[in-house]
């Protein structure tokens, strides 16, 4: 009974969400690139690029409607910049959906383009967008950019929904031994990553200290890499700078609780002959400072990104093929690819949490390992 | 690499430390460390019921060694108890029966020399008798016969030859 009470509230609040979304109109710009229908190799390849990117705006469908006005169905997500005057902020509808540039908005005296989800501030006095060649702006320069992106709006939804859902664990064994309902669920994940990544690789004494960071870490990026194969299209630990944040906080970790052994390892190796000590300090600092946290943050971020490109791709064989298989058989043959690609996205999703998390787990524990054989 | 580093956003990634940060706050002390602490004391509950029911099995084992040990004793000694007792009828018996014998042999004893006293009386007094009787008879004869010598010899005669001839 309980389980269908939660169940009609969480489709409650589902609809109430859908609905709270606001459609509006797209600019009126004719030749705006990102309205209309994506129908060539070229727009599939164009519309693919742009959703590997972190976009400022929240939208979950588009349309044209009778008049031929481009609606998107979504919501704005607040813009907030620190630009050579100080914070700006304003709600990213103002860009009309226009991500090449030709909507200027003026605020504080200053004038922003947006081109490719990078928000640009135009030198004084300039009032439209010039490009080179390759298509570079060339009077405007980027912006330090805070805003409440898609991708941080991904952040802190997983991060709301994993403080709802372990707290709501924790809270259960005050009452009782055995968590019920969707706890239950949680308790042996949580089991898990303690017991087979925690444990063995940190070493038993310890691993303790570690486990809070590794646990948000792993679900962390486990939710969100599944949030990314919902039609609600977030990429986020596809986004680099998100990847290279937490490849940075294992790093700080290891390098702030690594022992007077692991110092001295990477440092003045023990057990070499000593002219060959120097050499060994470099290839040891910069495998700890770089090449570990590098490939942390690269081995997520390709595997996601590619993940989004080739179940998109896919999904594209619709349109790409349709002229030579008909309606029927591209979409039949897009959905039988994609289905497949994605049940294995799902399995990279977990994987991808795991390796991460295991790696980290890896790093810190050679940090703190004791060597008691010198 | 160049795309590479044009899309790297210094403010989202900003944003997701700042976040994270936050969230690893949050989790760790409303959630991780409850959590974990639960689990620890839940796992230690159970290897001490565990432990606690070893040694309770271990108990019940020495127990019934215990148990049956005392019983082996108390059969041990019931045994004793019932071979002594064999022993101490088994000696009665034959005690009875050799006082018994003795006590027999004795009355056989005393009847058989009251019986000789008896006879021996009883010879005397016969011998008493006959001799009384044949003076009697002696004196009836004598009295009666003496008168014939002839008689006198045949009768004397006849007296010494049933005598002798006893």
């Known amino acids: 009974m309980k389980i269908v009470l939660?169940?009609?509230?969480?489709f409650v609040i589902i609809a109430t969400a859908l609905f709270a979304t606001t459609v509006y109109a797209g600019g009126g710009n004719k030749n705006d690139k990102d309205g209309g229908q994506v129908s060539s190799a070229e727009e599939v390849k164009e519309y693919i690029l742009h959703h590997v990117k972190d976009s400022h705006d929240f939208t979950l469908w588009s349309y044209t409607n009778d008049e031929g006005e481009r609606k998107h169905v979504g919501f704005p997500l607040p813009i907030i910049l620190w630009t050579s005057n100080g914070l700006v902020t304003f709600m990213s509808s103002e860009f009309h959906h226009n991500d090449d540039g030709h909507v200027v908005v003026e605020k504080k005296g200053l004038r922003f383009a947006k081109i490719h989800s990078k928000i640009y501030e135009l030198e004084p006095g300039a009032s439209e967008i010039k490009f080179d060649e390759s298509h570079h702006a060339t009077n405007a320069h980027k912006v330090l950019d805070f805003s409440i992106t898609k991708s941080v709006f991904g952040i802190f939804l997983v991060g709301i929904l994993m403080f709802i859902w372990?707290?709501?664990?924790?809270?259960?064994?005050?009452?009782?031994?055995?968590?019920?309902?969707?706890?239950?669920?949680?308790?042996?994940?949580?089991?898990?990553?303690r017991d087979e990544i925690a444990r063995p690789n940190i070493g038993e004494?310890?691993?303790?200290?570690f486990t809070g960071y590794l646990l948000t870490v792993f679900f962390f990026i486990w939710i969100l890499n599944l949030l990314g194969l919902t039609p609600l299209g977030f990429n986020v630990t596809g986004q680099i700078a998100v990847t290279a944040a937490l490849a940075v906080f294992t790093l700080i970790i290891y390098l702030f609780s690594g022992n007077k052994s692991f110092w001295g390892h990477i440092l003045w190796m023990p057990g070499v002959p000593v002219l060959i000590r120097p050499i060994l300090a470099v290839i040891e600092l910069a495998g700890t400072l770089l090449i570990k946290p590098f490939s942390l943050l690269v081995r997520l971020f390709a595997n996601i990104s590619a993940g989004h490109i080739v179940v998109m791709s896919l999904i594209g064989i619709m349109i790409t093929m349709k002229a030579s298989m008909g309606a029927v058989g591209s979409t039949l043959l897009a959905f039988v690819l994609s289905f497949f690609i994605t049940l294995i996205e799902v399995l990279v999703a977990?994987?991808?949490?795991?390796?991460?998390?295991?790696?980290?787990?890896?790093?810190?524990?050679?940090?703190?390992?004791?060597?008691?054989?010198? | 690499m160049e795309t590479l580093l044009n899309d790297f956003s210094p403010g989202l990634f900003a944003m997701q430390t700042v976040l994270l940060l936050g969230l690893i706050f949050l989790l760790v002390k409303f959630a991780w460390k409850p959590i974990l602490n639960s689990l620890n004391d839940r796992e230690e509950g159970i290897k001490n019921a565990l432990e606690s029911a070893e040694n309770a099995k271990k108990e019940m084992q020495n127990l019934k060694a215990n148990?049956?040990?005392?019983?082996?004793?108390?059969?041990?000694e019931r045994d004793a108890l019932l071979k002594e007792a064999?022993?101490?009828?088994?000696?009665?018996?034959?005690?009875?029966?050799?006082?018994?014998?003795e006590v027999a042999q004795t009355l056989i004893e005393n009847a058989q020399a009251s019986i000789q006293q008896e006879k021996q009386a009883a010879l005397s007094e016969l011998k008493h008798q006959v001799a009384e009787l044949s003076i009697g008879i002696a004196e009836t004869v004598i009295k009666k016969e003496l008168s014939i010598k002839e008689d006198q010899l045949e009768l004397v005669q006849g007296l010494l030859e049933d005598v002798t001839l006893k």
Do not use: C, W
């Open chain 1, 6 to 10: 939660n169940s009609i509230r969480f």
């Open chain 1, 166 to 193: 372990f707290r709501g664990l924790a809270r259960q064994y005050k009452k009782k031994k055995i968590p019920t309902g969707f706890a239950r669920i949680l308790e042996p994940l949580v089991l898990y990553v």
């Open chain 1, 205 to 209: 004494k310890h691993y303790r200290r």
């Open chain 1, 350 to 374: 977990f994987l991808q949490a795991f390796i991460f998390t295991m790696l980290s787990a890896l790093f810190i524990g050679m940090a703190v390992e004791e060597h008691d054989h010198h």
């Open chain 2, 67 to 76: 148990n049956e040990q005392l019983l082996k004793e108390a059969r041990a």
């Open chain 2, 86 to 101: 064999r022993e101490i009828k088994e000696s009665i018996i034959s005690d009875a029966k050799e006082e018994a014998k």
